[in-house]
């Protein structure tokens, strides 16, 4: 998940750059450092949330700031990004992912060796968040021939009839 925001954030970031909007990058830097420093404290401190919250921190400051350099580019070039597509989507699979995910490794905690268990809810990670992308409309054909592997699942996206 935080692999999704921070690269769209990074793609972002360059295109404020090449237009030499330096400082509106560094605004919305801290702002978001900002915002992932009191997350961290609330998650850490109040919460209690140890490791747990350390993660949803990192994932809330890649979305904060993609979200600040969104609302940058699209203020100074009017560049406009599908909300739903670009952060909703990989937001709900993700979410979903996780929490079976989470339920999966606890049942089968006990049965079956450490590195089984983690090569099976590593291929079920990433077939649940392909397939719950693909549902979603979170990913397009061209993004997909971008990426290594893109042409396959992007057959296997049109197989399902969501490309």
């Known amino acids: 998940m935080t692999a999704v925001f921070f690269s769209a954030a990074c793609l972002l970031a360059e295109a404020l750059r090449g237009m030499e909007k330096t400082i509106t990058l560094l605004i919305c830097g801290l702002a978001a450092l900002v915002l992932h420093g009191g997350a961290l404290y609330v998650m850490l401190e109040l919460l209690h949330l140890d490791i747990f919250g350390v993660l949803y921190a990192d994932i809330l400051y890649a979305f904060c700031l993609l979200a600040l350099l969104g609302a940058a580019a699209q203020k100074q070039c009017g560049f406009r990004y599908g909300?739903?597509?670009?952060?909703?989507?990989?937001?709900?699979?993700?979410?979903?992912?996780?929490?079976?995910?989470?339920?999966?490794?606890?049942?089968?905690?006990?049965?079956?060796?450490?590195?089984?268990?983690?090569?099976?809810?590593?291929?079920t990670g990433f077939l649940l968040y392909t397939v719950l992308l693909f549902l979603l409309r979170g990913v397009t054909e061209r993004e997909l021939r971008l990426t290594p592997g893109g042409r396959l699942l992007g057959m296997i996206g049109k197989a399902m009839g969501r490309l």
């Not at 079976?100 to 606890?106: K, N, T, V």
């Open 83 to 123: 909300l739903l597509r670009s952060m909703a989507a990989p937001l709900f699979a993700g979410a979903v992912m996780g929490g079976l995910l989470f339920l999966l490794a606890r049942t089968l905690t006990g049965v079956m060796p450490a590195w089984t268990l983690l090569l099976i809810l590593t291929v």
